[in-house]
């Protein structure tokens, strides 16, 4: 089955600070995605990944960067977290195209204080 | 770009009874609708999709009809358990698309 890990689990950070949440897959995906979640919003994509070295814009990718070092790791990183940025982050990987089942990481609780 | 909306927030069902829980989308190349289920607490893992070359997909107590006329999409949950409460989410992609947009999700009860 498709594993998805990332770190940390949960994580306090000051507002101004930097975060950088991590994400690993073993499934050999060559497309890698960061999602946030809030209340009313669903999931809505912040930056995605075709491959080791590519990073692409999603929907809401202000605020936030984003480096794929390896096929495996995909990185999201908040330069200077704002309480906004409070959520929760999830990261997926997938096979092909956006045309193909993800499989979702456990999520990080962010919160910015 | 693609829009998916998801009609309802929240629905309570019976045990026993059926679920139904309704999607929309905007755009006309979109070519595959996934749902993915996440339990309290949990993350979100899939539990069916179907491609826009057929109209009514089933496995086992899940169907998914997908009306292209009306870019329309829909989940049937039958014979529903309490294991079935969690939130549902449903999303499109073209088949050349690179990835997939999400609706709000909605929160299923299954009440004994």
């Known amino acids: 089955e498709a594993a998805v890990t990332q770190s940390p689990r949960n994580k306090v950070a000051v507002t101004g600070g930097k975060v950088t949440l991590s994400c690993n897959q073993t499934n050999n995906h060559n497309n890698m995605y960061w999602y946030r979640q809030d209340t009313g919003h669903g999931l809505r994509l912040i930056h995605y990944s075709y491959g080791a070295g590519s990073t692409e814009k999603g929907d809401i990718p202000d605020g936030y960067k984003a480096s794929r070092p390896s096929q495996e790791n995909f990185s999201l990183i908040l330069e200077l977290a704002t309480p906004s940025q409070t959520s929760v982050y999830f990261c997926a990987s997938g096979e092909g195209t956006g045309a193909d089942t993800q499989y979702f990481g456990p999520g990080t609780r962010l919160l910015v204080l | 770009g693609e829009k998916v909306e998801q009609h309802e927030s929240t629905l309570s069902v019976r045990e026993g009874d059926s679920a139904v829980i309704n999607c929309t989308y905007t755009?006309?190349?979109?070519?595959?609708f996934p749902w993915y289920k996440q339990e309290a607490g949990k993350s979100l893992h899939f539990v069916i999709d179907i491609r826009s070359n057929v109209d009514r997909k089933q496995s086992q107590r899940l169907i998914v009809l997908l009306d292209k006329k009306a870019k329309r999409f829909s989940l049937h949950i039958t014979a529903t358990q309490p294991e079935d409460s969690a939130i549902y989410f449903c999303a499109a992609s073209a088949n050349s698309g690179t990835y997939q947009r999400f609706g709000t999700g909605t929160k299923l009860q299954v009440v004994p």
């Open positions: 755009d006309t190349a979109s070519s595959y």
